[in-house]
C-alpha cells in the first residue's frame, strides 16, 4: 500500500507564548471587605510597577515553580497522519487477521472446484488357484482324478468427471491375464488355456434431464462459493478503510490532548502572573491580603488541570502507539506532526448519496450476498423435479488370438472397436410426497426474501449515515469559525479586564473569571477542530472513498 499526505491536514504551528503586557500605575484598590477606596497614591503605585518588572516569575509559596514537563523526556518520533496510516497497515494484527480470513474463503471456492476434478482410479490384482477333482462318467465305472493350478493377473484403470451442466462420464480400461494347467489321474501337467491375455474398455456417459440439469442446479454450491470469495476480498478492504478511520481518530485524540495540554500550561502560566502581580501588591499594601487566596486557588486549580490533561495526553499517545506497534519494536514516545486544515464543502448532499450507494463495500458485499441466496433457491427448485437421466454405455471386448503378442493384440482390438457393444436407456425417480426438496425450497426462498430486505434496509441505513455525516460535517465547518470568534474576543476581553484590573476599575476575581472563559473558548475551539477532522473521515468512510482520498491503493 501506498500513499501520500491527505489532504485536509497541514503542518501543526507551535502554541503562541503568553502575552505579557507591562503593568500599569494602579489607581483602585480593595479593603479587606471588599470596598472600593479612591485616594490618589503615586508613590506605592510606582513602586509596584517597577516591583512587577523586576520579579522573576515564583510559585504560590514564593519559589520558584518548575515548568510542567520540564523534566528530561526521551526524544519523541515525530509523526505525520500519513505516516501513522502507513505503519498501523504495516504493523497492526487486524490486518494481518484479515488477510487470513480472505485467504480461508478462498480456499474454499478451491474446494468447490474439486467437484468438478478428474477422478483416478486403478486396481491390481495377482491370484493363484489350486483345486481337485475326482470324477466318474458312468456307475460303477472308474474315477478320473484331476489336478489344476490357475494363474490370474488383473489390472483395472478407471477415470470419472461430473460437468457443470449435469452430466457424468465414467472411463474403463480392465485387461486380464489367466492361465490354468493341471494334470489327470497323475499324468504329465498339460495346459488348460491356450489363449490367456483378455480386455475391455468401457464408457459411460450419463446425463441429468429434470433434476440437476443445467449450471445453474449443477454448480449452485460453486457460484455461492465464487461469490464468497469476492466477499472476502471486499471484506479485506472494509477492514483496510476501518483500520485507517480508527487511526485517524486515536491520531486526532493525541493531536488534542497535547494542544490542551499546551493549553492548560499556558493557562495556568497567566494564573501564576496574576498571582505574582497580586501578591506583590500585598507587600506593597495596594491590595488585600484575600486577593491571593483566590489566586492561589485558581493557580491551584490550573495545576490540577494540567495532571489531568498530562494524563490525557499519555493515555491517548499510549493507545495510538499499540495500534500502530502490537508487536514490534515500539518508541519511547511520539509526537504528531499534523493539525486540521479546515476547508470548505465542495458536494451536495444528493450527489454524496449517489456516490455512497454506488461505492460502500458493504452495499457491494450484500448484493454478492442476495446473488448467492439467488442461486441457492434456483438450485432448490431444481431438486423439486423428478430424476430423469439419459445414459450411454459403449463396451469393448478383445481377446488375443496369438498367446505370443499378449496384451498388444488385446490393446488393438481395444482401439480398433473390433468387438463393440453398445447400451442406451433411461432412469427415472422420484419421491412421492417429495417434502424435503420442497421445505428445502421454501428455506431457500424465505432466505433470498431476507437477503433482498436487507439490502434495502442498508441502502436506507448508508443514505441516513451520509445525510448525517454531511450535516455533522458542515456543523462542524461553522462550529470552528463560531469557536475561533469566541476565543478571539474572550482574549480581548480578559485584555480588557486586565487593563480595568490594573487601573483600579476591575477586581481579582473578574480577572480569574476572564481567565477561566478564555480557556474554556480555547478548549472548545480546540475540540471543534478534532470534531471537525473526525468528521471529515465520517464522511470520507460514509462515501465509500477514504482510501482514494488518502492515496491507498489495496492489493
Not at 147 to 171: V, Y
Not at 384 to 397: I, M, S
Request: glycine content about 6%.
Amino acid at each position: 500500500m501506498r500513499g501520500r499526505h491527505p489532504a485536509f491536514v497541514e503542518p501543526s504551528k507551535p502554541a503562541p507564548p503568553p502575552v505579557r503586557r507591562q503593568p500599569v500605575p494602579v489607581a483602585a484598590l480593595f479593603d479587606p471587605q471588599g470596598v472600593v477606596m479612591m485616594r490618589p497614591l503615586i508613590f506605592p503605585a510606582l513602586l509596584v510597577a517597577f516591583s512587577l518588572v523586576g520579579q522573576t516569575p515564583a510559585g504560590p509559596a514564593g519559589q520558584e515553580t518548575p515548568k510542567a514537563g520540564a523534566a528530561q523526556q526521551p526524544t519523541a518520533l515525530k509523526l505525520t497522519l500519513q505516516g501513522a496510516i502507513e505503519t498501523s497497515l504495516k504493523n497492526n494484527l487486524q490486518v494481518q487477521i484479515a488477510v487470513e480470513t480472505r485467504d480461508f474463503t478462498r480456499a474454499g471456492l478451491m474446494i468447490e472446484q474439486g467437484a468438478f476434478d478428474w477422478n483416478l482410479t486403478s486396481s491390481l490384482s495377482i491370484g493363484k488357484v489350486q483345486d481337485a477333482s475326482r470324477t466318474q462318467n458312468f456307475p460303477g465305472g472308474p474315477f478320473t482324478a484331476s489336478e489344476t493350478t490357475t494363474f490370474a493377473r488383473n489390472f483395472t484403470l478407471g477415470s470419472s468427471k461430473a460437468f457443470g451442466w449435469g452430466g457424468n462420464l465414467n472411463l474403463s480400461y480392465a485387461p486380464t491375464y489367466r492361465f490354468s494347467k493341471g494334470t489327470v489321474n497323475g499324468g504329465p501337467e498339460t495346459p488348460f488355456t491356450s489363449n490367456p491375455y483378455d480386455g475391455s474398455f468401457s464408457a459411460t456417459y450419463t446425463q441429468s434431464l429434470l433434476r440437476n440439469f443445467g449450471r445453474d442446479a449443477s454448480e449452485s454450491r460453486l457460484i455461492v462459493a465464487r461469490k464468497s470469495a469476492q466477499a472476502a476480498d471486499l471484506n479485506f478492504q472494509k477492514a483496510i478503510i476501518d483500520l485507517v478511520a480508527s487511526t485517524e481518530t486515536l491520531y486526532w485524540d493525541v493531536v488534542f490532548a497535547q494542544r490542551n495540554l499546551e493549553n492548560k500550561q499556558q493557562t495556568l502560566a497567566l494564573a501564576q502572573k496574576q498571582l505574582r502581580e497580586n501578591q506583590i501588591r500585598v507587600q506593597v499594601g495596594t491590595l488585600a491580603p484575600i486577593e491571593v487566596t483566590s489566586s492561589e486557588a485558581s493557580v491551584a486549580q490550573r495545576e490540577q488541570d494540567i495532571i489531568a490533561a498530562e494524563a490525557q495526553f499519555a493515555n491517548a499517545k499510549d493507545a495510538l502507539i499499540r495500534a500502530l506497534y502490537p508487536s514490534s519494536e515500539r518508541p519511547a514516545s511520539l509526537e504528531p506532526a499534523d493539525a486540521p486544515s479546515i476547508q470548505p464543502l465542495d458536494m451536495n448532499e444528493a450527489a454524496a448519496e449517489k456516490q455512497a450507494l454506488a461505492n460502500r463495500l458493504e452495499l457491494k458485499t450484500a448484493r454478492l450476498d442476495l446473488e448467492s441466496k439467488q442461486a441457492l433457491e434456483t438450485a432448490a427448485s431444481n431438486r423439486t423435479l423428478p430424476q430423469l437421466d439419459a445414459f450411454a454405455t459403449y463396451n469393448g471386448n478383445a481377446a488375443s488370438q496369438i498367446p505370443s503378442e499378449g496384451l498388444t493384440a488385446v490393446n488393438k482390438d481395444l482401439t480398433k472397436g473390433a468387438y463393440p457393444g453398445y447400451t442406451v436407456g433411461l432412469q427415472f425417480a422420484m419421491p412421492i410426497q417429495n417434502r424435503a426438496a420442497r421445505g428445502s425450497q421454501a428455506q431457500a426462498r424465505a432466505n433470498r426474501r431476507q437477503s433482498e430486505l436487507a439490502l434495502r434496509d442498508l441502502e436506507l441505513g448508508i443514505t441516513l449515515e451520509v445525510r448525517q455525516a454531511f450535516r455533522n460535517l458542515d456543523a462542524s465547518t461553522k462550529g470552528v469559525a463560531a469557536a475561533e470568534k469566541t476565543r478571539i474576543f474572550r482574549e480581548k476581553d480578559l485584555e480588557a479586564e486586565q487593563k480595568k484590573f490594573e487601573n483600579g476599575m476591575s477586581t481579582n476575581f473578574l480577572v480569574l473569571s476572564k481567565q477561566n472563559d478564555l480557556d474554556i473558548a480555547k478548549s472548545s475551539e480546540l475540540q471543534s477542530r478534532i470534531t471537525y477532522a473526525k468528521t471529515v473521515t465520517a464522511l470520507e468512510k460514509a462515501l465509500g472513498h477514504l482510501l482514494e482520498a488518502r492515496k491507498l491503493e489495496v492489493k
